[in-house]
């Protein structure tokens, strides 16, 4: 039977599984800042059924998100890597990392079925003025506009936006493939949409100086200024751009920044529940919305988490129970070992704390499994004990058994920052739990905690 055959029993499956799907908690893991934004961690069903439910931490947000963007896998029966640095003596290797996969062993239709459930999903916590924005590419978009015609109405369809760009390879048996498309639906036929405009240039490039209308000109010749065209030119993330994270398939901020600006107001609540690298929080983030984000690799949320705390972002990182299991083992002292110590400080009442990151060594459930890999984590972590550790941050006053980092060290090109000075009134040590957590390059994270008392008995 061919597929267009089974799209009906793909759509009817699909919603009874929408229909069935039971809540499950996301546990706030860390706070950083006090802004509404989310990082959650988990299958994005889940987590949109909990938005959607609410829970004792949190109202429903039924209906009251402006737009949604999602890129999600593409059905292009291929496995994605992210390029991972390592810093030894001699410079930097890289080295490859499963991201996330993108093979269906039942093929489209067990596919189409995953994405319809949270497209149902992401209908309900749409606002009445609201838009959806699906990122895909040849392989599969033919099918899912029939899924959204269905699910969000043919009536409600808006745009079919091709982004066209340049990248390497091409092939003799077809015209190089080199666009992906955004399929934009509104929840109902009064969305919100504010069109930019772009130049449009006079044929010949010269004045047409026709009555009532505006032209310019530039140094490719006279132009009008007319709204903007589905056909989008935006370049890639190029190798050596700043925003490049190394996370496979990322888009770039500036396709998100033109996304974000037509659907959403600052202010409004944009959501992204397939994030990768956190682009959509990035470009939300400038534009002064507030977002949404969900991934279920933790390559992919350390990587989303990374990039925003460094763009000065706040936060709440959610997880789902297992997420939250493996994030948080603690203590794991195997992993890492850091010193903690305090001296009287010069200043009255206060106390010098030095916490000091030694070593990081990957768990053994977390050892890589390519040779190669592992043997370049060897040499490297030999001559530099902390090559592994990609970032760390420390709450100095951790309660309530919520991590709220206020200080973070992000490797960069000269290295990471091994040693943290700060100081504390010394009367409030005793009561103190300070926390410290270490992201590594794959996305593990682990964690040690230090009793102030202890600290200031130890001296
Ligand atoms: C194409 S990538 C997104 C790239 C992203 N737009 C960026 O700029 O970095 C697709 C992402 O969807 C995530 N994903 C796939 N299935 C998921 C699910 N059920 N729940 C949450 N995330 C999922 C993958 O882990 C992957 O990171």
């Known amino acids: 039977m061919g597929l267009i055959c089974k799209l009906p029993e793909v759509l009817t499956q699909a919603k009874a599984e929408y229909e069935n799907l039971k809540s499950a908690p996301f546990l706030l893991g860390e706070e950083v800042g006090q802004s509404g934004n989310i990082l959650a961690e988990g299958d994005n069903a889940q987590f949109m059924k909990l938005l959607l439910d609410g829970d004792s931490d949190r109202v429903s947000l039924e209906g009251k998100i402006q737009q949604i963007y999602i890129d999600p896998p593409f059905f292009s029966k291929a496995n994605y890597d992210a390029v991972i640095k390592l810093q030894g003596e001699d410079g930097e290797t890289s080295v490859k990392h499963m991201a996330y996969e993108d093979v269906w062993k039942e093929g489209m239709a067990e596919y189409l079925k995953m994405l319809a459930v949270r497209l149902y999903l992401m209908r309900d916590l749409l606002a009445k003025e609201g838009t959806i924005w699906v990122h895909l590419d040849w392989h599969g978009v033919h099918y899912v506009k029939i899924l959204m015609d269905e699910i969000f109405g043919e009536k409600n369809f808006i745009n079919e936006i091709v982004w066209t760009y340049k990248s390497g390879g091409s092939s003799k048996k077809h015209f190089a493939r080199k666009h992906d498309t955004i399929l934009v639906y509104g929840k109902t036929d009064k969305y919100y949409i504010n069109l930019p405009k772009e130049k449009s240039y006079n044929r010949g490039l010269k004045p047409y100086r026709f009555k009532g209308v505006e032209e310019f000109q530039d140094e490719v010749g006279w132009y009008t200024m007319v709204n903007m065209k589905d056909v989008w030119s935006i370049d890639m993330v190029g190798r050596t751009s700043a925003e490049r994270t190394g996370y496979a398939t990322q888009k770039p901020e500036a396709l998100l920044e033109r996304i974000i600006a037509a659907g959403s107001r600052e202010g409004d609540i944009v959501a992204d529940f397939f994030c990768g690298s956190g682009t959509l929080g990035a470009a939300a983030g400038k534009l002064g919305r507030r977002w949404i984000c969900c991934d279920e690799g933790k390559l992919a949320v350390s990587a989303s988490m990374k990039r925003l705390i460094k763009a000065g972002q706040e936060m709440q990182i959610l997880r789902s129970e297992d997420a939250q299991a493996e994030a948080l083992k603690q203590p794991v002292v195997e992993s890492f070992l850091v010193e903690a110590s305090t001296w009287p400080s010069l200043f009255e009442n206060k106390t010098s704390c030095t916490?000091?990151?030694?070593?990081?060594?990957?768990?053994?459930?977390?050892?890589?499994?390519?040779?190669?890999?592992?043997?370049?984590?060897?040499?490297?972590?030999?001559?530099?004990?902390?090559?592994?550790?990609?970032?760390?941050?420390?709450?100095?006053?951790?309660?309530?058994?919520?991590?709220?980092?206020?200080?973070?060290?992000?490797?960069?090109?000269?290295?990471?920052?091994?040693?943290?000075?700060?100081?504390?009134?010394?009367?409030?040590?005793?009561?103190?739990?300070?926390?410290?957590?270490?992201?590594?390059?794959?996305?593990?994270?682990?964690?040690?905690?230090?009793?102030?008392?202890?600290?200031?008995?130890?001296?």
């Open 355 to 459: 916490i000091e990151l030694k070593e990081y060594k990957l768990k053994e459930e977390d050892v890589v499994s390519s040779d190669e890999v592992q043997e370049t984590i060897a040499r490297t972590t030999d001559e530099n004990p902390l090559a592994l550790v990609d970032y760390w941050c420390i709450d100095f006053d951790c309660h309530d058994m919520k991590f709220r980092p206020d200080t973070f060290f992000f490797r960069d090109k000269k290295g990471l920052q091994a040693v943290c000075e700060k100081e504390l009134e010394t009367d409030t040590l005793p009561g103190r739990t300070i926390m410290v957590k270490v992201v590594d390059i794959f996305g593990n994270v682990s964690t040690s905690v230090h009793e102030g008392k202890l600290l200031l008995t130890e001296k």
